[in-house]
């Protein structure tokens, strides 16, 4: 099982976490971006850079992507051609996408995308916080944790 993480837009603190945890379970953490970013020196953390564009990024994810591993985004389009290919993933902020609620999710961007063209003012997430923080947290490692429990 690896971590990927769509990085460009991933929160400091959820990549500190993911350090972190690269170290201590001894996983592999691969962050991708279009930009050049800093890691920790660590046999487990890696960084890939893509070359810009429109995701770019994303489409370097879903091809490493296996059964199994666990995709940090917050990009719903990622999130369901990960779920798709048999895949985890967890949003910066805690939420897990399912194949249960990727479609609805799906049809709420699509939505809000909609209006945003119409020209309605939509507004954008809350500011990421410390309790968004620990609530990542909270859900790796209890993912992490499951991990584990099945390995054994």
Do not use: H
């Not at 996983?27 to 995701?55: C, E, H, W, Y």
């Not at 296996?66 to 917050?74: K, P, Q, R, Y």
């Not at 805690?94 to 961007?109: A, C, D, H, K």
């Amino acid at each position: 099982m690896q971590v990927l993480v769509d990085a460009d837009a991933c929160p400091f603190a959820v990549k500190e976490i993911l350090f972190r945890a690269a170290k201590r379970e001894e996983m592999p953490v691969t962050l991708v971006a279009n930009q050049f970013l800093r890691t920790p020196p660590s046999p487990f953390i890696k960084s890939i850079q893509v070359p810009p564009g429109f995701d770019v990024a994303d489409t370097r994810i879903v091809e490493l992507v296996e059964s199994g591993d666990l995709v940090i985004t917050a990009d719903i389009p990622l999130a369901a051609a990960v779920i798709d290919k048999g895949g985890n993933a967890l949003d910066p902020r805690g939420n897990w996408f399912t194949p249960e609620n990727i479609r609805e999710r799906l049809s709420v961007r699509d939505m809000m995308e909609q209006l945003r063209n119409a020209g309605i003012e939509t507004g954008g997430p809350a500011p990421y916080s410390a309790r968004d923080s620990k609530a990542f947290a909270g859900e790796l490692d209890r993912f992490l944790a499951r991990q584990r429990k099945s390995l054994r």
